[in-house]
């Protein structure tokens, strides 16, 4: 089992930034990839960006330019930093670990007012 959990949600101006943290506990060696989606209300759950455990990245075009993702290896965790944020960026954001099983985490609040 792979325990996961995301911080640094809240409110933010447009044009702003803010930095989602996610940390993995438990099986963590079985885990390839983590990544982050988001979900705004009344739509699907969108994927944004991911990182391989070599470090390779990839990127949604919606966010790419803006948006980066990065691991701390020795921390179990992987983070978003969010720049030039958006109000259509306002949604639900969740990590997630991916290896045999997906597992996600209960996510945080993202809003960015206009």
């Known amino acids: 089992q792979v325990q996961v959990m995301e911080s640094g949600g809240g409110l933010v101006q447009a044009g702003g930034s803010l930095r989602l943290s996610c940390a993995a506990s438990?099986?963590?060696?079985?885990?390839?990839?983590m990544g982050w989606y988001r979900q705004a209300p009344r739509k699907p759950r969108e994927f944004l960006a991911s990182?391989?455990?070599?470090?390779?990245?990839n990127y949604a075009s919606s966010v790419k330019g803006r948006f980066t993702i990065s691991r701390d290896n020795a921390e179990n965790s992987v983070y978003l930093q969010m720049n030039s944020l958006k109000p259509e960026d306002t949604a639900d954001y969740y990590c997630?670990?991916?290896?045999?099983?997906?597992?996600w985490g209960p996510g945080t609040q993202v809003t960015v007012s206009s």
């Open positions: 997630n670990a991916h290896g045999k099983f997906d597992y």
């Open positions: 438990g099986s963590i060696f079985s885990i390839n990839s």
């Open positions: 990182i391989q455990s070599d470090g390779t990245t």
